[in-house]
């Protein structure tokens, strides 16, 4: 039962702009928290971006003024703006949701996740 699928991810020079986004279905798309995080090869997995239903958002320091994380509760979609694109943003982004408790940057904060979708900065 796949519960979230992210898309929208590909290959972009230097500078240029993505939009991210991951569809949420049965239990995760009522979750409390969604969220965006990343991971590079040879890396951990890092938070990006996340957003409550209160509408709370919280960002990464490092996409903190480039990225936008917004949510369409209708469409039970989550989005991430990516604006200003650099290489070092180049990683697997995987989309979360659900909240079992602590910092929403935390990955054991979620209870479901996405396969991920690659994007691809060049320089």
């Known amino acids: 039962q796949v519960l979230l699928v992210e898309s929208g991810g590909g290959l972009v020079q230097a500078g240029g702009s993505l939009r991210l986004s991951c569809a949420a279905s049965g239990r995760a798309a009522g979750a409390w928290y969604m969220a965006w995080f990343r991971q590079a090869a040879g890396k951990e997995r890092e938070f990006v971006a996340s957003?409550?239903?209160?509408?709370?958002?919280n960002y990464a320091d490092s996409v903190n003024g480039r990225f936008t994380v917004s949510r369409d509760y209708r469409k039970n979609t989550l989005y991430l703006q990516m604006n200003t694109l650099e290489p070092e943003d180049t990683a697997i982004y995987y989309c979360?949701?659900?909240?079992?408790?602590?910092?929403?940057?935390?990955?054991?904060?979620?209870?479901?996740w996405g396969q991920g979708t690659q994007v691809t900065v060049s320089s």
């Open positions: 957003r409550g239903r209160g509408d709370s958002t």
């Open positions: 979360a949701a659900g909240y079992t408790g602590g910092s929403v940057r935390e990955i054991r904060t979620y209870n479901y």
